[in-house]
């Protein structure tokens, strides 16, 4: 007799015993125990947060990276999944700032770094609980018993080894970063900071003579912060918009962009003269590394300093037409496209600003606030023939939500790793990998390439990997690659060890936690000059962390060998389209750096989940659907057949229940009836099929049809997910099971109900 089968569609009930069922009798260990001695198939875990709850978006991924593996599995590969959690970062640090009722850097210091490191570890861990049930119920297969974990030690020395071997590639160096800055409060601000204290202003912004060298002519350029003229180092023009050389009615010689005379011009003219006239025409790209005369003498003599070539004309498409003359004068300490400039033409770094926002010595206007330099600066061109203009130009300002001074944009010293010396690699990589869709690897990821700037990788925080370099007042820098190379170099390591183990009142293991402020209180002996190296402060990207996971998931080099180079690349990764500068990136530019090699083969690129509506989700539209609700009402198997085939993967997929139920029904629920279907009749017949064996010459043609769909249906299951493409091979199983029940089945039903046991019902 066949169990009974009950024809309601409650399949949630019936899913929670699989899971029951899966997890006493350890169906997944079973599963990659079977499978120890055959060829590996890699595939690498993304990890979540485990500091914030999984929204829908994650069914998502969890049930496509989940599907791919369980495939390999049955086609004979092993596959290690290792899961991960990602636990450092800013976010885990403004929430614990938020419970323990801290604002800034400033009152962390005063609550002490140590117990606020112990309240982010704690932190980290808020939701792992829900995140496991989660997995389960979804049915996502992982090693959740062995994750890997980014705070671990193990995994932050393999980060350390990493960054060492980038330092001896001379791939890290200390830049400048352009920060919003509080010149009152003495600290940068984060963008959504930044986004509460917009205020639209007038100002006088100016447009400039710059004299040409060795030529009777002026580049016209514009600018809103006359207060960074002194600190100007370069012009920058659009390399492909057209420019001007024209004759005004002023007497002067000017360049500037032809899409932009009349308004800039047009005043100077009369009804008998014309505005200006014409002499020649370039594209931005001919006026490159044409000089001029330093409109300051400071910047000049800063110049000359730092030996760097300067005061000459730069290209770069962010130049726009829409404003001011189309040549824009360039500081790079106080811009984000002016610092960007600056390290490709390789132009010296002029900061004529202090941190409390005054301009410096070097200048004429020593002691005043910026925004009170500006009409001196002003004043002093003009009095010099260099001031063409001074319009009232209104805009959008940022000013400190705290103190409501203006913010300035500002350098600030910060750590790079050089990706634009790994450029070409970075672009050969990526062409070895098999994105899904294939538009992604070419356009999103291979224009980010294309135009790649070096990785800023070094935060101003605690709760981090810290940054492995140690500096020593001579102006000596070292990396320290691992927990050995730091006991052999430091004096007092034990004595750090000691130290902290007492006050934490536990036993000292003999190892430093690598943390801050552990790690901070270590000293190197300089081996330049033998002196106390100190730390720098800095902790770094946590995208460093989750890019490192191919190696330091395995503690790689230190331990694992093996394994990791049998498990690198792997074969196979998904998150969604959000992680295309995120973990995509990390992860070729770390392996590239590291390996010179992509890290992943295949990649599916996942959409976004909206609302029914095609609407963003969002908690404050309260449009988002809980993933845990919808799991209890329509199960997981419902959801994931959802996911499966409403769209691409790739696209963005409307989740509406009843779209879910549909599925449900016109799949599911016509399989699971047409085993009920069959079980009904067998068992009133007292058949077993086990009994019997097929007997292909005596099959009905009907018999035969059907055979012959289901192999077609393998066949084509079989290729689309062997080429990652789940809707094709939902879509095949779907149309096999309606043509069973629909045509076969309803076609067949007098012969199942036929009377006594027949060869044809026996077929
Ligand atoms: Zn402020
Ligand atoms: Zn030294």
């Known amino acids: 007799m066949y169990q009974k089968v009950d024809t309601n569609l409650n399949f949630v009930d019936r899913e929670k015993q699989v899971e029951k069922f899966w997890k006493e009798n350890h169906i997944f260990e079973k599963s990659m125990e079977d499978r120890k001695d055959d060829p590996t198939y890699m595939f690498y875990d993304g990890p979540p947060t485990a500091n914030g709850k999984p929204h829908i978006g994650h069914v998502l991924t969890r049930v496509i990276k989940d599907m791919i ?35 800034g850097k400033e009152q962390i210091e005063e609550y ?41 030690d193990d995994y932050i020395e393999s ?65 809103t912060t006359p207060w960074t003229l ?29 899409a932009l005379l009349d308004k800039v011009l047009g005043k100077l003219g009369s009804e008998e003269t014309p505005a200006y006239e014409v002499l020649e025409k370039y594209v931005g790209k001919d006026l490159e590394y044409k000089e001029y005369e330093p409109l300051f003498a400071c910047a000049g003599e800063a110049a000359a300093k730092q030996k760097k070539k300067a005061h000459f004309v730069t290209a770069d498409n962010y130049v726009t037409m829409s404003d001011g003359t189309g040549i824009v004068h360039i500081a790079p300490a106080f811009g984000e496209d002016d610092s960007r400039i600056g390290r490709n033409y390789e132009l010296p770094f002029v900061q004529f600003v202090d941190g409390k926002g005054d301009l410096t010595a070097e200048t004429p206007y020593a002691g005043k606030f910026v925004k009170d330099a500006d009409p001196l600066v002003l004043k002093d061109l003009d009095a010099e023939g260099k001031l063409f203009d001074a319009p009232k130009f209104e805009h959008d300002y940022p000013f400190c939500w705290r103190c409501d001074t203006p913010l300035i944009y500002y350098a600030r010293e910060s750590w790079f790793i050089k990706m634009t010396a790994v ?116 902790v770094i990207d946590c995208w460093f962390d989750s890019g490192s996971m191919p190696f330091a998931q395995h503690h790689y080099p230190f331990e694992n060998k093996e394994i990791f180079e049998k498990q690198f690349p792997a074969q196979f990764i998904s998150e969604a389209v959000d992680q295309t500068r995120g973990w995509f990136y990390s992860l ?4 590239t750096l590291l390996f010179n090699k992509a890290p992943y083969e295949n990649v599916i690129v996942l959409g976004l989940v909206q609302d029914e509506n ?26 994931r057949w959802y996911f499966y085939t409403s769209s691409a993967p790739w696209l963005p997929s409307r989740f509406a ?41 005596k099959l009905a043609v009907m018999d035969k049809w059907l055979l012959s769909r289901l192999e077609s249906t393998v066949k084509a299951v079989d290729d689309n997910l062997a080429n990652y493409r789940i809707p094709e091979a939902a879509k095949a199983l779907q149309s096999f099971v309606d043509d069973m029940s629909n045509w076969y089945v309803r076609r067949s039903r007098e012969r199942f109900w036929a009377k006594g046991m027949e060869q044809d019902k026996i077929n």
């Open 657 to 697: 229940g009843k779209t879910v139920v549909e599925g449900q029904r016109k799949f599911m629920g016509t399989l699971w009836n047409t085993y009920a279907f069959f079980v009904l009749y067998a068992n009133i017949d007292n058949f077993d099929a086990t009994k019997y064996s097929l007997e292909y010459d």
């Open 69 to 103: 593996p369980r495939y390999r599995t049955m086609k004979g590969y092993m596959v290690p999944r290792k899961a991960g959690w990602d636990t450092h970062g800013l976010p885990v640090e403004l929430e614990v700032e938020k419970k323990l009722g801290l604002d």
């Open 423 to 538: 450029k070409d690699d970075l672009v050969r990589n990526n062409k070895t990998i098999n994105w899904i869709p294939a538009s992604i690897g070419e356009g999103r990821f291979g224009n980010w390439l294309e135009n790649i700037q070096d990785w800023g990788v070094s935060r101003n925080r605690y709760w981090g990997t810290p940054l492995n370099i140690w500096e020593c007042e001579c102006g000596c820098q070292h990396a320290i690659g691992s927990q050995a190379e730091l006991k052999s170099m430091s004096p007092n390591y034990t004595d750090v060890v000691k130290k902290y183990a007492k006050e934490m009142d536990q036993e000292a293991n003999g190892e430093v936690e690598l943390h801050r402020p552990f790690i901070d209180d270590v000293t190197i002996t300089c081996p330049k000059c033998g002196k106390q190296m100190h730390r720098v402060p800095e």
């Open 159 to 223: 980060e350390w080894w990493a960054l060492k071997e980038i330092w001896n590639k001379k791939l890290l160096y200390k830049g400048f970063k352009i920060v919003p800055y509080c010149p009152r409060c003495g600290t940068p601000l984060s963008a959504q900071e930044v986004s509460q204290g917009y205020k639209t202003v007038k100002e006088r912004s100016a447009i400039v003579r710059f004299k040409v060298v060795g030529e009777d002519a002026y580049f016209l350029a514009w600018t």
């Open 614 to 639: 095609g609407q963003k989700m969002s908690k404050s539209k309260g449009n988002a659907v809980d993933p845990f609700d919808a799991l209890q009402t329509y199960g997981a198997d419902a959801i």
């Open 588 to 591: 070729l530019a770390i392996s």
């Open 230 to 258: 002194p600190s100007n180092v370069a012009l920058c023009v659009n390399p492909t918009e057209v420019y001007c050389k024209v004759k005004a009615a002023d007497g002067y010689t000017y360049y500037m962009a032809e």
């Open 112 to 152: 002490g770094m140590e117990p606020f490191i112990q309240q982010c570890k704690e932190s980290v861990w808020k939701y792992k609980g829900m995140w496991e049930d989660f997995s389960s119920t979804v049915g996502f297969w992982a090693d959740m018993e062995n994750p890997y974990v980014t705070y671990h």
